[in-house]
Every structure is written in structure tokens, then in C-alpha cells.
T-cell receptor
Framework: GENVEQHPSTLSVQEGDSAVIKCTYS??????FPWYKQELGKRPQLIID?????GEKKDQRIAVTLNKTAKHFSLHITETQPEDSAVYFC????????????FGKGTKLSVKP | ETGVTQTPRHLVMGMTNKKSLKCEQH?????MYWYKQSAKKPLELMFV???????ENNSVPSRFSPECPNSSHLFLHLHTLQPEDSALYLC?????????????FGPGTRLTVT
């Protein structure tokens, strides 16, 4: 089955700096890679996702890159703000009728003002 | 934030109790999921229902029993739980389409087993 590794487990950055979180996956059949943000005491919410037919996707200050050959994908947050502080989870899965997601262990991001 | 709702939000139960968690989605989705979230662990997928049919049971102990009477409702029946079952139980739903499986999560039920 699929196995997703996520690093680092904690990340502390100064406001305005960039943050990068990396994930690797094991199942070459996986073709859908979402990132979720979970603020303290709240539910996980999708912030960006990427499908295997593209290598990069951007949405304002966040971007995700995918390297299918190496089976890794990364989340990049630029110009970080204190409200970016949260736990971020990557996931990998097979979209469509077999759409189960396997999640990484999460990265606790702290943005210091 | 009302697309996926869960009740109760908090539950304290003894090891001999029987209780049920409820999840309801108002998004017209066709798949629903139960996850367990413990401290310092990844989200653990427990059960998956596609079109009301259970398609995944990730080696979950039988003291957890899911029920999906229709595509909008999902239950998790609990009995004779152990203290290590204390966790946040999250429900999610999605519309399974080609190439995507965006899952929407409920707020979770914080379960404490005493």
C-alpha cells in the first residue's frame, strides 16, 4: 500500500521568510496530491492540490511542486505571516473511484512576528 | 463551515459504555470516511464508504462499527473501548471524480475513554 513520509515535523520561520515542507510517497499509481492546513482546534482544510499531469501549481503565496520520477512533492509558502502558523499535512492517493488518501504525519509551522 | 457536521463535539465514556458518533454531509457527495487523529500521529483512515458501500476497513478493531444508511449520513458505533482509543475522530466526505478526491472534513468528535 501507499506510504507517505513528511519532513520536517516542526518548522519555525520569521515572518516574511519562506517555508518549505517536503513529502515522499511510495506508490507510483498515486496521481493526486493535496495539502491540508489544520489550525489549532479546527478541522483540516484543503489549501492546494496537484495532479500527476502537472509539475507545479501556484495560488498566491503558496505553491506545490511534484516530481513523479523521484516520487516527491513539496509545499512552498512565501512571505509567511503569523496566520500561516498551523499543522500542514500532505497526502497521496489515486483520484476517482479508488480515491483513498494516505496522509503524512504533519508539519507544525510556527511563524514568528 | 456547515458542509460536514459531526455530533457530539466532545464525548467522555467509560470502557463499558456504548455510544455512537454521527456525521452528516450536505454537499451531495458520494463518499464518506472516518479518520482517527491522535497526538503526533498521521491521520489514520479507518473506514471508507462509496455510494453507501463499505470499501475499506483498515484493520480497525471490531469495537468500532461503522454504519452508512445513506450517502449523507455516517455513524461510528463504539463499544467496550480502551483508553488508547481516546483521540479526535474526524469524518470527511468527497465527490469521487476522475483525478481528484478533495475531501471535506467535519469538525471532529473529541473522544476521551476513561
Amino acid at each position: 500500500g501507499e506510504n507517505v513520509e513528511q519532513h520536517p515535523s516542526t518548522l519555525s520561520v520569521q515572518e516574511g521568510d519562506s517555508a518549505v515542507i517536503k513529502c515522499t510517497y511510495s506508490d507510483s499509481a498515486s496521481n493526486y496530491f493535496p495539502w491540508y492546513k489544520q489550525e489549532l482546534g479546527k478541522r483540516p482544510q484543503l489549501i492546494i492540490d496537484i495532479r500527476s499531469n502537472v509539475g507545479e501549481k501556484k495560488d498566491q503565496r503558496i505553491a506545490v511542486t511534484l516530481n513523479k520520477t523521484a516520487k516527491h512533492f513539496s509545499l512552498h509558502i512565501t512571505e509567511t505571516q503569523p496566520e500561516d502558523s498551523a499543522v500542514y499535512f500532505c497526502a497521496a492517493g489515486n483520484g476517482g473511484s479508488q480515491g483513498n488518501l494516505i496522509f503524512g504525519k504533519g508539519t507544525k509551522l510556527s511563524v514568528k512576528p | 463551515e456547515t458542509g460536514v457536521t459531526q455530533t457530539p463535539r466532545h464525548l467522555v465514556m467509560g470502557m463499558t459504555n456504548k455510544k455512537s458518533l454521527k456525521c452528516e454531509q450536505h454537499l451531495g457527495h458520494n463518499a464518506m470516511y472516518w479518520y482517527k487523529q491522535s497526538a503526533k500521529k498521521p491521520l489514520e483512515l479507518m473506514f471508507v464508504y462509496n455510494f453507501k458501500e463499505q470499501t475499506e476497513n483498515n484493520s480497525v478493531p471490531s469495537r468500532f462499527s461503522p454504519e452508512c444508511p445513506n450517502s449523507s449520513h455516517l455513524f461510528l458505533h463504539l463499544h467496550t473501548l480502551q483508553p488508547e482509543d481516546s483521540a479526535l475522530y474526524l469524518c470527511a466526505s468527497s465527490r469521487l471524480t476522475s483525478g481528484s478526491n478533495e475531501q471535506y472534513f467535519g469538525p471532529g468528535t473529541r473522544l476521551t475513554v476513561t
